[in-house]
């Protein structure tokens, strides 16, 4: 059975940083798509960042990428979100998403959406960031 775990919300000052980490367990060594995704108060949820835990690139929703950097630790089944100069805006309930295949985005393809197609959720950790 897969289990994932968030930890690392917290609040912070406008331009401060946060690392958020998540633990997926239960796949036996298999390879999966990992993913960020977030949602704020009276908002969809939507993507953050992503990738295949096989290695490759990262994926980012679009302006993630300038400020937010996804990575991960296979030997601590661990997966990263490294979150520089918050803003306001970027308040929200963090969720770790994992599911059984390999993900792969492109310009004509982003990440994108609530991740209807992951199976595999976190219960969340949330990020306060005041102004």
């Known amino acids: 059975q897969v289990q994932v775990v968030e930890s690392g919300g917290d609040s912070v000052q406008a331009g401060g940083s946060l690392r958020l980490s998540c633990v997926v367990s239960g796949y036996g060594g298999s390879y999966y798509c990992a993913a960020w995704f977030r949602q704020a108060p009276g908002k969809e949820r939507e993507a953050v960042a992503a990738?295949?835990?096989?290695?490759?690139?990262?994926f980012y929703a679009d302006s993630m990428k300038e400020r937010f950097t996804i990575s991960q630790d296979n030997a601590k089944n661990t997966l990263y979100l490294q979150m520089n100069n918050l803003k306001p805006e970027d308040t929200a309930m963090y969720y770790c998403?994992?599911?059984?295949?390999?993900?792969?985005?492109?310009?004509?393809?982003?990440?994108?959406?609530?991740?209807?197609?992951?199976?595999?959720w976190g219960q969340g950790t949330q990020v306060t960031v005041s102004s």
């Open positions: 990738l295949y835990t096989a290695g490759g690139d990262a």
């Open positions: 998403a994992a599911e059984f295949f390999r993900c792969i985005y492109s310009d004509s393809d982003p990440l994108r959406g609530p991740g209807d197609d992951f199976g595999n």
